[in-house]
C-alpha cells in the first residue's frame, strides 16, 4: 500500500475526555465515532479503556492486528460497539467475556494470550477493575448508539510514484526509450547513455535477457528508478510514495537533466511549442509567455495565471543571457520541481 | 502524518502560490504555521481546499489510467460551457479510463503491489521449471535443417544424437535416423521434423512411463535415458518435450529468462498479477481471487502445469487432451490479444492442465462458487486425496515456490488478504513453555495462535526438486519419497500429532502416515472465529477468508488507497470500511463497481490541491 501525503482530520479528537476528567453527567451527545452516545456514556467507556489499558493495551495498541487501545474512539468501534466481542445490554453474549474467564471460541482462547486468564488475575487483585465491574458496564450500554460511518475529512494529495513520473515525463518532454539507451531492432535497451540519467523498472520489458552482458547498463537505471520509491516486483519490493531526500535528490536532478535532453532534442516540440531557439524574450516575449501558459497547463493540469506565468518567466529571463535552450531547460525543470507537478 | 513532505516541498521554494479554485477561503501564504497546530498549520491552511476540474480530470487520469491527461483531454475539460457540461466530460473520461487498455495495465501492476509474490524462476529452477525433455534443431547447414532432435535425453548405444543431423552416428558411422513429421503441441497447425525415437510416439515400455522426466538441472531426460535399449519418444505432439535453444532470446527456444518476453520463467512470474487483472478487467468477484477454479494463462505456462502434473503418472490422460489445441481453449482473454494467439492470457480452469486441482464445477466449468467442495480426512478414509480445490492465486506456481513453506505461505496471506500484521510481542510478556506446538505453546503463539490454523491448509502444497506438487496424492504418498528426503524429513518433524497443524493422535498417524498431510480445520477448529465445512487444501482457506468477510475488509482498505488516494485506518474508520465492504459485496465485488462509486463522490474526489 502508498504511503500518502494525508492530512487529515481527526473528527472525534475534540471529543476526548481525559482521563481523570469530571464525568459529564448531562444526556447531551459526546461527538466523536458514536453517534447518539451520551457524554456520561463516553465518560465511562473512557474510564473502562484506561482500566484495561495495563493488561490489554501492549499488545492492542496502535499498528497491532487489533487496536482496541490506539483512542477512545479505536475502543468503541473496534469493541464497544463490535457485536463480535460486545453486545450491549448483555454480557452473555459476544466474545469478550469469555475470552477474558478463559473460554474463548475462536483460535484465541483466553486474554491474556498466555498465563492467568484476565478473570484469574483480577480474582487475584491484579488488575484495576474486576469481572463485575466489567459485567455492569456492559449492562449499561445504549443499543441504540449508531457509528459514524462518514470516515475522516481533510485534504488528499498523493505524491506521483516512479512509473508515473517516468511516463509522465516521457509524455510531456517528448522523450522515448532511444534518448536513453542503444534499443535494438525489436526495442529491447542495450547500453545505457549514462549521463543522460535513465531510470527503468527492473522488471520492466523488453530487456536484454542477460543485463551482465551490457557491462553496468542497466544497474544505474534500476537504482534510480527505486531511489525515487519505484518498485522491484520481481524481489518483491514493493512502491514507496515518501518525500524522502533520497527522492527529491534523485528526482531534481533527473528532471533537470531529462530537461535538457528535450529542450535539444532534433524536432521536439514538446517544451518549445511553435517557438524556436531564435526567440526570445526580446524578440517574442508575447511567444515565450504563452508558451510558458501552455507548458503550465500541460504539465500541471491547471491554466496559468499571471501570476503563475510571472514566476517562470522570471526563471525564464534569469537563464536567457546564458542561452535560450538553458532558459527553457530552467523553466521545465522549475515546473516539474512545483509541488503540485509532484502531486495530485 | 506525512505534513512533513510537504514542509519538505515548500522548502525547495517551487511552491507557486495558490492554485485553488471555487474555495472562499485564501490560504495562509507559504511559511506561516498557525500558532499551536500539531500539524504545522497545514490541515488548517489547506481545508476547504478543492481541485479545479482540469486537475481533477489529471487526478481521474493518473488513478486509473497511471499517465497525465493529454492536451487534448484537457482541451475537452476547458472547452465545457458549464459545471454540469464539466461533470459529464469528467464522467465520460472516468468510463472511458477504466474501458482502456491502460486499465487493464495498471491492474497488472496493481496485482503485483496487493500479491506481492515474487520470482522464483530465475535462477537455476528456471531450467527445470519446464520438467521436459530438451530439442534442439540441425543447423542451416546439416542434412536435415531445422529438424528436432532431443539433446541429453536419448541415447542409442551412448551415442549422441546431433551427429543425427548428418545422418551419422555418434562414431562416425552411416545411420540415417528415422524422420517424422509431427504437429508439434508449442505451434499447433504446423508441422515439424524430427529425427530418431523422439518422434516414435512411444510412450511406456516394460514399466517405463516415458511422460516423467527425471535428471539434473540441465539435462533433463525422460525415464529410460541410460538403458542401451530406451525406447521412450517425446510423446504424442511431443508433449514430454520442449524446443530449447540457448542462442535464441524470444520465442519457443528460450524459455528460461524472467527478462524475455513470452518466456515461461516470465509467465510464472506474471501469472497471478494477470489473474488479479483479468478479474478485475471481467467484473468477476474479486473473490475468485482466493476461490476460483480457474487462472488466466498463456500457451507456455499451460505447459508447464502439464509437466508437473505428468510427474505423476495417473495423470497419463493428459498426453490426449487439447490443452494446447487453441480450437479448445474458451473463455476470455487479456486486451492485449486476440483469441487463440499463443501468447494471449487465456482464462483456463485449472483442472484441464493439472487434474489434481480440482474444479468442483459441473462440466469442469469456470466457478468462484463457495459451494465447491472436497473433503477427504485420512484418519478415516483410506488411500490418498485425489487433489486439492482449485483456487485462484493460492494454486499458481509461482505463489507455491515464491513461499517456502505452510506457515510461511500463511503468513503472507493472512498479511495479503485478511491484512493482518506480524510484530514481536513485547519484550517482557510472559509465555508458558514451548514443547511441541508453536501455536499454543511459547513464545511462538503470539503469531501462530493465527498463522498455523491457516498454514493447516497449505500443507500439501510443496516443493520437488524446485517444482510444485501435492503431497499425499496420486503417487507422491508419504512412501514414495526416500527417507533422505528433504521434504520428507522436514514433515518428519513439522507434521507432528496433536498440534494445531496436525491434529492427529500420535497413534493415528503411526497407523497411517498420510494422517500427517490433514489439511483441513476440522473438529471445531476455527480461523477467523468461523468454523469450516470441513474443504481441505487452499479453497478451505479461500473459503473462509470470503465467508468471515475478511478478504472484504482487507480488500476495500487496499482498494481506497489505490483509487481514493489514502488508506484508511481501522483505529478510528472501521464504521466507514464495514460499509464500504457491504456495499462492495452488494454490488457483486467487482473492481469497476468499486471504483464507480467513489468516483461519483464528488466531495471526496475534489479534496486536494
Known amino acids: 500500500m502508498r504511503p500518502l501525503l494525508i492530512v487529515a482530520v481527526a473528527a472525534a479528537a475534540a471529543c476526548f475526555v481525559p482521563v481523570g476528567a469530571a464525568p459529564d453527567a448531562t444526556d447531551a451527545p459526546a461527538g466523536g465515532a458514536a453517534v447518539g452516545e451520551s457524554a456520561a456514556q463516553k465518560s465511562r467507556n473512557q474510564a473502562v479503556m484506561t482500566a484495561l489499558d495495563p493488561a490489554c493495551a501492549r499488545c492492542h495498541g496502535t499498528g497491532s492486528n487489533k487496536p482496541f487501545f490506539a483512542s477512545l474512539d479505536a475502543f468503541e468501534t473496534l469493541l464497544v460497539f463490535n457485536s463480535r466481542y460486545v453486545v450491549p445490554g448483555h454480557p452473555d453474549q459476544g466474545e469478550l467475556m469469555p475470552l477474558l474467564r478463559g473460554a474463548g471460541s475462536g483460535a484465541f482462547k483466553q486474554m491474556p494470550l498466555s498465563g492467568k486468564t484476565f478473570a484469574a488475575l483480577a480474582d487475584a487483585g491484579d488488575t484495576e477493575i474486576t469481572m463485575a465491574e466489567l459485567t455492569d458496564w456492559i449492562e449499561s450500554l445504549d443499543a441504540a448508539v449508531t457509528l459514524d460511518k462518514s470516515g475522516a475529512n481533510g485534504v488528499v494529495q498523493q505524491r506521483l510514484d516512479a512509473e508515473h513520473i517516468q511516463r509522465s515525463m516521457f509524455d510531456q518532454l517528448g522523450l522515448s526509450l532511444s534518448d536513453f539507451w542503444q534499443v535494438d531492432a525489436d526495442g529491447t535497451p542495450g547500453e545505457a547513455y549514462a549521463d543522460a540519467y535513465p531510470m527503468r523498472a527492473p522488471d520492466e520489458l523488453p530487456m536484454n535477457p542477460s543485463p551482465l552482458g551490457h557491462s553496468n547498463s542497466p544497474y544505474a537505471a534500476w537504482g534510480r528508478y527505486t531511489a525515487m520509491g519505484g518498485p522491484n516486483r520481481l524481489a518483491r519490493v514493493r512502491t514507496r510514495s515518501e518525500v524522502s531526500p533520497t527522492f527529491l535528490l534523485n528526482f531534481v536532478q533527473t528532471a533537470q537533466t531529462w530537461c535538457g535532453i528535450a529542450v535539444a532534442k532534433p524536432d521536439n516540440t514538446a517544451v518549445l511549442g511553435t517557438l524556436t531557439t531564435s526567440d526570445t524574450s526580446t524578440s517574442n516575449l508575447a511567444g515565450v509567455r504563452a508558451n510558458i501558459a501552455r507548458l503550465y497547463l500541460r504539465m500541471i493540469g491547471e491554466p496559468a495565471g499571471d501570476p503563475e506565468v510571472d514566476e517562470l518567466f522570471a526563471v525564464y529571463a534569469h537563464y536567457e543571457p546564458q542561452s535560450v535552450q538553458v532558459a527553457w531547460t530552467a523553466t521545465c525543470a522549475s515546473i516539474l520541481r512545483n509541488p503540485l507537478w509532484l502531486t495530485y | ?609
Not at chain 2, 83 to 112: I, K, N, P, W
Not at chain 2, 449 to 472: E, Q
Not at chain 2, 482 to 494: E, I, T, V
Not at chain 2, 528 to 554: A, R
Open chain 2, 1 to 609: 502524518m506525512r505534513h512533513v513532505a510537504l514542509t519538505l516541498l515548500f522548502a525547495t521554494g517551487c511552491f507557486a502560490g495558490d492554485h485553488e479554485s471555487g474555495s472562499s477561503e485564501a490560504p495562509a501564504a507559504p511559511g506561516t504555521t498557525p500558532a499551536g497546530s500539531a500539524d504545522g498549520g497545514v490541515t488548517a491552511r489547506y481545508e476547504g481546499h478543492r481541485l479545479s476540474p482540469t486537475r481533477r480530470l489529471r487526478r481521474i487520469t493518473l488513478r486509473l489510467r497511471g499517465r497525465q491527461p493529454t492536451a487534448e483531454e484537457y482541451a475537452a475539460v476547458t472547452a465545457a460551457a458549464s459545471d454540469e457540461a464539466r461533470e459529464r466530460v469528467l464522467g465520460e473520461a472516468v468510463e472511458s479510463a477504466l474501458a482502456s487498455v491502460e486499465f487493464y495495465e495498471q491492474m497488472v501492476a496493481f496485482g503485483h503491489e496487493y500479491l506481492n509474490i515474487g520470482d522464483y524462476a530465475s535462477g537455476q529452477e528456471k531450467w527445470i521449471a519446464d520438467a521436459a525433455a530438451h530439442l534442439s534443431r540441425c543447423a542451416a547447414g546439416s542434412k536435415h535443417p531445422g529438424a528436432y532432435i532431443a539433446i541429453g535425453a536419448f541415447s542409442r548405444a551412448g551415442g549422441d544424437p546431433a551427429s543425427f543431423c548428418d545422418d551419422k552416428e555418434s562414431d562416425g558411422s552411416d545411420y540415417v535416423p528415422p524422420v517424422t513429421a509431427i504437429e508439434p503441441w508449442w505451434a499447433p497447425g504446423t508441422t515439424v521434423q524430427v529425427l530418431g525415437r523422439a518422434g516414435s510416439g512411444v510412450r511406456a515400455h516394460d514399466g517405463v512411463d516415458c511422460g516423467q522426466t527425471g535428471g539434473g538441472i540441465y539435462d533433463t531426460w525422460l525415464g529410460d535415458r541410460d538403458d542401451d535399449n530406451a525406447l521412450c519418444s517425446c510423446g504424442p505432439n511431443l508433449v514430454y518435450c520442449h524446443p530449447y535453444d540457448p542462442g535464441e532470446s524470444t520465442g519457443p527456444g528460450y524459455h528460461g529468462s524472467v527478462f524475455t518476453p513470452g518466456a515461461q520463467a516470465r509467465q510464472l512470474f506474471e501469472e497471478p498479477a494477470r489473474l488479479f487483472a483479468h478479474i478485475a478487467w471481467n467484473d468477476r468477484p474479486f473473490s475468485d481471487l482466493v476461490v476460483g477454479n480457474y487462472s488466466v494463462m498463456p500457451l507456455e505456462l499451460r505447459s508447464v502445469y502439464v509437466r508437473q502434473a505428468r510427474a505423476d503418472s495417473t495423470n497419463a490422460a493428459l498426453d490426449d487432451s487439447s490443452w494446447w489445441r487453441p480450437s479448445a481453449w474458451s473463455g476470455p482473454v487479456d486486451p492485449q490479444h486476440a483469441a487463440g494467439d499463443r501468447l494471449a492470457w487465456q482464462e483456463v480452469v485449472l483442472e484441464t492442465v493439472h487434474p489434481n486441482y480440482l474444479a468442483l464445477s459441473a462440466g469442469l466449468a469456470p466457478s468462484g462458487s463457495l459451494e465447491r467442495t472436497y473433503r477427504f480426512d485420512p484418519r478415516t478414509e483410506t488411500g490418498n486425496a485425489r487433489g486439492v480445490g482449485a483456487a485462484g492465486v493460492l494454486t499458481t506456481f509461482v505463489s507455491t515456490m515464491s513461499f517456502a513453506r505452510e506457515r510461511v505461505r500463511a503468513a503472507r496471506y493472512l498479511e495479503t488478504f485478511a491484512c493482518r500484521q506480524f510484530l514481536p510481542p513485547p519484550a517482557d510478556e510472559k509465555f508458558n513453555a514451548y514443547h511441541r506446538d508453536p501455536a499454543t505453546e511459547g513464545v511462538c503463539q503470539h503469531c501462530h495462535t493465527s498463522i498455523d490454523p491457516a498454514a493447516v491448509f497449505f500443507k500439501r502444497l510443496t516443493s520437488n526438486f524446485a517444482t510444485p506438487s501435492l503431497a499425499g496424492v496420486g503417487s507422491f504418498e508419504w512412501d514414495h519419497f526416500p527417507d533422505y528426503d528433504g521434504n520428507k524429513k522436514r514433515w518428519g518433524l513439522a507434521f507432528v500429532g496433536e498440534t494445531v497443524l496436525t491434529p492427529a493422535t500420535t497413534a493415528q498417524i503411526e497407523a497411517n502416515a498420510e494422517v500427517r498431510f490433514l489439511d483441513g480445520l476440522l473438529d471445531g477448529q476455527t480461523l477467523f472465529g468461523k468454523k469450516s465445512d470441513g474443504t481441505i487444501g487452499p479453497l478451505g482457506f479461500g473459503k473462509l477468508l470470503v465467508e468471515s468477510g475478511e478478504l472484504d475488509q482487507c480488500a476495500v482498505q487496499k482498494l481506497h488507497a489505490r483509487f481514493g488516494g489514502r488508506a484508511l485506518d481501522p483505529a478510528s474508520e472501521q464504521p466507514l470500511i464495514d460499509e464500504l465492504a457491504r456495499q462492495f459485496v452488494k454490488d457483486g465485488r467487482t473492481v469497476r463497481g468499486f471504483v464507480r462509486a467513489l468516483f461519483a463522490d464528488r466531495e471526496k474526489m475534489e479534496r486536494g490541491f
